[in-house]
């Protein structure tokens, strides 16, 4: 897949399906030619064009006044001999200077793909599934090594890339910017899409036309935060959900980044992305290494749904626990919203049996069985159990929730401790504070630093003391607050520019740990809702709670532009109780149940107080989505109209083979005399039929007549779900 033409100097990636093309320029310069549709064989005798343009400088020994770095279409820039654009690195010398200039030395080709030594990365379980290129380029002057892996993906449109710096020089040297890539697109006209959001608002889809000058999405919070996830694609303008080139970035990492986009002067743009370069000072010492996090390049030339579904397949079969690949999702309840705080044994056997009765499989006990835990001001960090709520015990509880023939699951908050706790009267220093200033409280509590061997140490033994003694089937890893006072007690002051990475390299280093000594538990991450959806936090975690919002109506936008990256079996999605508690409105069971399955279905309400025709709705969904789970968690899912721009909005479903779909209308207000609603459908064959209720329809009927909404629907927030089936002929 990958080939070096000596003559031209060329890298070719390629698969069937797309091409990548990398050229070493006179003097070792790493040049950028293309990445996009296959090319099947690149003549090279299209060459980019570079003019003697003002002010744009030429490097030295260049023969040609057109050549400058200023104007070059780069693999990875740096700053101080001729680009003026935003570099891939910033890295300052013992002599004070930041001008690092590298050259390529030499290539090497491997089968498959090398890990990151302690990042989350994708991975292959099979030599074939991948090839990896690694460059090498050198700077003369200060000896630093930098290492660039591109991998080809066989099976999908993707290639990702990473970058890992060596120090070989006597000094050490302080990176204050590496990213994990850069490339530069020739000009041309691009919208970009970017993921935005808030607490309980996560994730909605921004599109808007690239302009001149530049662009910085990022996080300092520590997290990656609900505002802004770290996820861009570059599209054509005229790109839909179904027809033209979308180039999508993910990176995976849960922490501070960023994403750098500049159109420069000449419409060129370039992307940047990696970890957070603000506050960011690496001290690499002599023969150390740093290696970035890797970014994802899905590329696309037949819309968004084929960008988004490459991304899901990547997450379902490179990405997740090999364990969780294809492991269909059990359905929860989980006790926060109906007790919060407030519960005892007696009242959480009572919920685990209703639930038991209409067919839920997993009981979670969430926040407040711990400690002296009754409200957010006490206890994080004392990880034993509360025999005052729970008088057997988490074991105990666990005991008999499994006897009722339910999976038992528990909260945590590992990365957090209250000022009243037992771990902070005795370790007042583990907390990420500036001495001598006064530490901000979030929810009434501080983050530990888990920059720190012994204090994960502690909490891993605290956690694995209940994990030990209990049956636990599933963990929920929550985080609630961000950042702030980034200081850590045991490094010098040159390297505080180093404790928001340190920190989450702590954090995948315990996640590692505990997921892979306890393989049997479904670990499910949580960042007050969705404040750490992330690619690297699903390398470790197989999925995460989407939102704390759990009304119908906002899910919709949360979830349609969260599945613009992250697969719908990685998504947490509960049916609640009305009023809604986030956004006070009321829906129907109907249209919660239909937001809710198509994510991992789960429940977060009272059900000891739902009336029996409510318990039996409820109870006919979760008979439903068992018949459908595989469907529903690993279908191919298509957006077919947009929250975004639409009253109507519909997406759907479509099995493996074809022959089974499900599809979900939902409309946002009601209006008078409203217009007819067409489906058209997707991914369907179109030389089969289909059965839908009584009729039987082509699956070219399907996708470009469409399908009727009943026009007889009425109501603000009406709902329809249409399950299709393919009929032998
Ligand atoms: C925030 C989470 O998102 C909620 O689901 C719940 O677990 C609370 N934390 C508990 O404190």
Same mark, same amino acid.
């Given at each position: 897949?990958?080939?070096?033409?000596?003559?031209?100097?060329?890298?070719?990636?390629?698969?069937?399906?797309?091409?990548?093309?990398?050229?070493?320029?006179?003097?070792?310069?790493?040049?950028?030619?293309?990445? !996009?549709?296959?090319?099947?064989?690149?003549?090279?005798?299209?060459?980019?064009?570079?003019?003697?343009? %003002?002010? +744009?400088?030429?490097?030295?020994?260049?023969?040609?006044?057109?050549?400058?770095?200023?104007?070059?279409?780069?693999?990875?820039?740096?700053?101080?001999?001729?680009?003026?654009?935003?570099?891939?690195?910033?890295?300052?010398?013992?002599?004070?200077?930041?001008?690092?200039?590298?050259?390529?030395?030499?290539?090497?080709?491997?089968?498959?793909?090398?890990?990151?030594?302690?990042?989350?990365?994708?991975? *292959?379980?099979?030599?074939?599934?991948? /090839?990896?290129?690694?460059?090498?380029?050198?700077? /003369?002057?200060?000896?630093?090594?930098?290492?660039?892996?591109?991998?080809?993906?066989?099976?999908?449109?993707?290639?990702?890339?990473?970058?890992?710096?060596? =120090?070989?020089?006597?000094?050490?040297?302080?990176?204050?910017?590496?990213?994990?890539?850069?490339?530069?697109?020739?000009?041309?006209?691009?919208?970009?899409?970017?993921?935005?959001?808030?607490?309980?608002?996560?994730?909605?889809?921004?599109?808007?036309?690239?302009?001149?000058?530049?662009?910085?999405?990022?996080?300092?919070?520590?997290?990656?935060?609900?505002?802004?996830?770290?996820?861009?694609?570059?599209?054509?303008?005229?790109?839909?959900?179904? /027809?033209?080139?979308?180039?999508?970035?993910?990176?995976?990492?849960?922490?501070?980044?960023?994403?750098?986009?500049?159109?420069?002067?000449?419409?060129?743009?370039?992307?940047?992305?990696?970890?957070? +370069?603000?506050?960011?000072?690496?001290?690499?010492?002599?023969?150390?290494?740093?290696?970035?996090?890797?970014?994802?390049?899905?590329?696309?030339?037949?819309?968004? =749904?084929?960008?988004?579904?490459?991304?899901?397949?990547?997450?379902?079969?490179?990405?997740?626990?090999?364990?969780?690949?294809?492991? /269909?999702?059990?359905?929860?309840? =989980?006790?926060?919203?109906?007790?919060?705080?407030?519960?005892?044994?007696?009242?959480?056997?009572?919920?685990?049996?209703?639930?038991?009765?209409?067919?839920?499989?997993?009981?979670?006990?969430?926040?407040?069985?711990? !400690?002296?835990?009754?409200?957010?001001?006490?206890?994080?960090?004392?990880?034993?159990?509360?025999?005052?709520?729970?008088?057997?015990?988490? %074991?105990?509880?666990?005991?008999?929730?499994?006897?009722?023939?339910?999976?038992?699951?528990?909260?945590?908050?590992?990365?957090?401790?209250?000022?009243?706790?037992?771990?902070?009267?005795?370790?007042?220093?583990?907390?990420?504070?500036?001495?001598?200033?006064?530490?901000?409280?979030?929810? =009434?509590?501080?983050?530990?630093?888990?920059?720190?061997?012994?204090?994960?140490?502690?909490?891993?033994?605290?956690?694995?003391?209940?994990?030990?003694?209990?049956?636990?089937?599933?963990?929920?890893?929550?985080?609630?607050?961000?950042?702030?006072?980034? &200081?850590?007690?045991?490094?010098?002051?040159?390297?505080?520019?180093?404790?928001?990475?340190?920190?989450?390299?702590?954090?995948?280093?315990?996640?590692?740990?505990?997921?892979?000594?306890?393989?049997?538990?479904?670990?499910?991450?949580?960042? !007050?809702?969705?404040?750490?959806?992330?690619?690297?936090?699903?390398?470790?975690?197989?999925?995460?709670?989407? +939102?704390?919002?759990?009304?119908?109506?906002?899910?919709?936008?949360?979830?349609?532009?969260?599945?613009?990256?992250?697969?719908?079996?990685?998504?947490?999605?509960? *049916?609640?109780?009305?009023?809604?508690?986030?956004?006070?409105?009321?829906?129907?069971?109907?249209?919660?149940?239909?937001?809710?399955?198509?994510?991992?279905?789960? &429940?977060?309400?009272?059900?000891?107080?739902?009336?029996?025709?409510?318990?039996?709705?409820?109870?006919?969904?979760?008979?439903?989505?068992?018949?459908?789970?595989?469907?529903?968690?690993?279908?191919?899912?298509?957006?077919?109209?947009?929250?975004?721009?639409?009253?109507?909005?519909?997406?759907?479903?479509?099995?493996?083979?074809?022959?089974?779909?499900?599809?979900?209308?939902?409309?946002?207000?009601?209006?008078?005399?409203?217009?007819?609603?067409?489906?058209?459908?997707?991914?369907?064959?179109?030389?089969?039929?289909?059965?839908?209720?009584?009729?039987?329809?082509?699956?070219?009927?399907?996708?470009?007549?469409?399908?009727?909404?009943?026009?007889?629907?009425?109501?603000?927030?009406?709902?329809?779900?249409?399950?299709?089936?393919?009929?032998?002929?």
């Amino acid at each position: 897949m990958i080939t070096f033409d000596e003559d031209k100097q060329i890298f070719h990636l390629t698969n069937n399906r797309i091409s990548y093309l990398i050229q070493i320029k006179p003097g070792g310069y790493l040049a950028h030619i293309y990445f !996009g549709k296959k090319i099947a064989h690149y003549s090279s005798s299209y060459d980019y064009p570079q003019v003697d343009r %003002s002010f +744009s400088p030429n490097p030295p020994h260049a023969v040609d006044r057109g050549f400058s770095l200023d104007t070059l279409l780069q693999e990875y820039p740096g700053h101080g001999f001729g680009d003026f654009r935003e570099p891939a690195y910033n890295i300052r010398l013992n002599d004070g200077s930041r001008v690092t200039d590298f050259r390529y030395h030499d290539y090497q080709i491997r089968p498959g793909k090398p890990q990151l030594a302690g990042l989350p990365a994708t991975y *292959v379980s099979d030599e074939h599934d991948a /090839q990896t290129l690694v460059l090498h380029l050198l700077d /003369q002057v200060s000896q630093l090594e930098l290492k660039m892996y591109y991998t080809i993906f066989t099976k999908q449109n993707v290639i990702t890339r990473s970058a890992k710096l060596t =120090n070989h020089g006597n000094d050490t040297v302080e990176v204050n910017r590496l990213t994990s890539v850069a490339i530069d697109f020739p000009a041309a006209s691009y919208d970009l899409i970017q993921l935005r959001g808030a607490w309980a608002r996560e994730r909605n889809i921004v599109r808007e036309p690239l302009n001149l000058g530049i662009k910085v999405l990022d996080s300092k919070r520590g997290a990656s935060g609900h505002q802004q996830n770290p996820f861009v694609a570059l599209v054509q303008p005229e790109t839909t959900e179904f /027809q033209g080139e979308a180039i999508g970035f993910g990176l995976i990492y849960s922490g501070n980044h960023e994403t750098i986009i500049q159109r420069d002067q000449y419409a060129q743009t370039r992307v940047l992305m990696g970890i957070n +370069s603000f506050n960011f000072a690496w001290q690499l010492q002599p023969e150390t290494a740093f290696q970035t996090p890797e970014v994802v390049l899905v590329y696309s030339d037949a819309g968004l =749904n084929a960008m988004s579904q490459t991304f899901h397949d990547l997450c379902n079969q490179h990405l997740v626990p090999r364990r969780f690949q294809q492991r /269909q999702r059990p359905i929860l309840i =989980n006790n926060w919203e109906a007790t919060y705080f407030n519960f005892d044994e007696n009242k959480i056997l009572k919920l685990a049996q209703a639930a038991k009765e209409v067919g839920i499989e997993l009981f979670v006990l969430d926040d407040g069985w711990f !400690g002296a835990r009754n409200d957010d001001r006490t206890s994080l960090g004392d990880w034993f159990e509360n025999k005052a709520k729970l008088s057997h015990g988490v %074991s105990g509880l666990s005991a008999q929730i499994h006897q009722m023939g339910l999976q038992f699951g528990i909260w945590f908050e590992p990365e957090m401790i209250s000022e009243d706790s037992d771990l902070f009267r005795n370790h007042p220093d583990w907390v990420l504070e500036v001495p001598r200033r006064e530490r901000s409280v979030g929810r =009434n509590q501080y983050v530990l630093d888990f920059s720190r061997a012994e204090v994960r140490a502690n909490i891993f033994k605290q956690m694995t003391t209940i994990l030990d003694q209990a049956n636990l089937d599933y963990i929920k890893w929550d985080m609630n607050r961000n950042m702030t006072e980034v &200081y850590s007690q045991v490094l010098p002051a040159l390297q505080q520019g180093e404790v928001a990475h340190r920190y989450i390299l702590g954090l995948y280093d315990f996640l590692s740990k505990i997921t892979q000594a306890y393989p049997q538990v479904l670990f499910e991450g949580c960042a !007050g809702g969705g404040g750490r959806f992330d690619l690297g936090i699903l390398y470790y975690l197989p999925q995460s709670w989407t +939102s704390d919002n759990t009304d119908a109506i906002s899910r919709i936008k949360v979830q349609y532009g969260t599945s613009l990256l992250y697969p719908i079996s990685s998504m947490g999605a509960h *049916v609640s109780a009305v009023p809604n508690e986030q956004t006070h409105r009321v829906t129907s069971l109907a249209i919660r149940g239909n937001v809710a399955m198509s994510g991992v279905l789960g &429940y977060e309400l009272d059900l000891t107080k739902a009336t029996a025709d409510e318990k039996q709705a409820i109870a006919e969904q979760i008979k439903f989505y068992k018949a459908h789970r595989q469907l529903l968690q690993f279908g191919k899912f298509y957006r077919l109209m947009s929250p975004f721009n639409h009253n109507d909005v519909a997406w759907m479903f479509v099995s493996e083979q074809q022959d089974e779909a499900i599809v979900f209308y939902f409309r946002m207000s009601a209006e008078a005399s409203y217009p007819l609603v067409t489906l058209k459908l997707a991914g369907l064959d179109p030389a089969k039929h289909y059965r839908l209720g009584n009729a039987v329809y082509g699956g070219d009927e399907l996708m470009n007549i469409g399908l009727y909404v009943d026009p007889n629907l009425t109501g603000d927030y009406a709902t329809q779900r249409y399950v299709i089936k393919a009929i032998e002929d």
